[in-house]
T-cell receptor, first 112, second 115 residues
Framework: EDKVVQSPLSLVVHEGDTVTLNCSYEVTNFRSLLWYKQEKKAPTFLFMLTSSGIEKKSGRLSSILDKKELFSILNITATQTGDSAIYLCAVEGLNQGGKLIFGQGTELSVKP | DAGVIQSPRHEVTEMGQEVTLRCKPISGHDYLFWYRQTMMRGLELLIY????????DSGMPEDRFSAKMPNASFSTLKIQPSEPRDSAVYFC?????????????FGQGTRLTVV
């Protein structure tokens, strides 16, 4: 059965800290891994990763995928209170009709 | 495009009542997904459609749950009869197609409370 496990489940840091969020997965015939940020309401898309070792970057956020070890990390540098959210990781397998399987999420709280 | 539109945003109902959640996907998207989010179980996939056809409903918890997509611009998720353990946030998401750069777009969710 396809599975996504995120760690830690929750994290409290202070502004300016750097955080690393982890996502490990098991999926039949991996196609892609996606990161989403969820504040009060709908998850919003951050990154899609398909190839090992290629970093995706957007401002202070970056992510990388290791297809051999079946995990991804999401880094946030110089955290701000606006980064407080639940960060969700999802995977998609080939020939699975586009469905995304999500992990439990990591709840990040950034204190001033 | 206004994005994925869900209604109602909040629903409070009594146990045993029928509940219908509605979703309008983004125009032109081939896939529509219904997810349920709770603190305990996170974001669970309930069912998804491709071109209005249900593909995988293995996540639907019980026969009390049913979903339809009569056309490309509308889907419903129905719970009959509702129970307190159905209380959760229900998200609808749509996706243009499979491929390298096709993420899923989520609606704002319906917060369901069954008392």
């Amino acid at each position: 059965e396809d599975k996504v496990v995120q760690s830690p489940l929750s994290l409290v840091v202070h502004e300016g800290d750097t955080v690393t969020l982890n996502c490990s997965y098991e999926v039949t015939n991996f196609r892609s891994l996606l990161w989403y940020k969820q504040e009060k309401k709908a998850p919003t898309f951050l990154f899609m990763l398909t190839s090992s070792g290629i970093e995706k970057k957007s401002g202070r956020l970056s992510s990388i995928l290791d297809k051999k070890e079946l995990f991804s990390i999401l880094n946030i540098t110089a955290t701000q209170t606006g980064d407080s959210a639940i960060y969700l990781c999802a995977v998609e397998g080939l020939n699975q009709g586009g469905k995304l399987i999500f992990g439990q999420g990591t709840e990040l709280s950034v204190k001033p | 495009d206004a994005g994925v539109i869900q209604s109602p945003r909040h629903e409070v109902t009594e146990m045993g009542q029928e509940v219908t959640l509605r979703c309008k996907p983004i125009s032109g998207h081939d896939y529509l997904f219904w997810y349920r989010q709770t603190m305990m179980r996170g974001l669970e996939l309930l069912i998804y459609f491709n071109n209005n056809v249900p593909i995988d409903d293995s996540g639907m918890p019980e026969d009390r749950f049913s979903a339809k997509m009569p056309n490309a611009s509308f889907s419903t998720l129905k719970i009959q009869p509702s129970e307190p353990r159905d209380s959760a946030v229900y998200f609808c998401a749509s996706r243009p197609r499979q491929g390298i750069n096709t993420e899923a777009f989520f609606g704002q969710g319906t917060r369901l409370t069954v008392v």
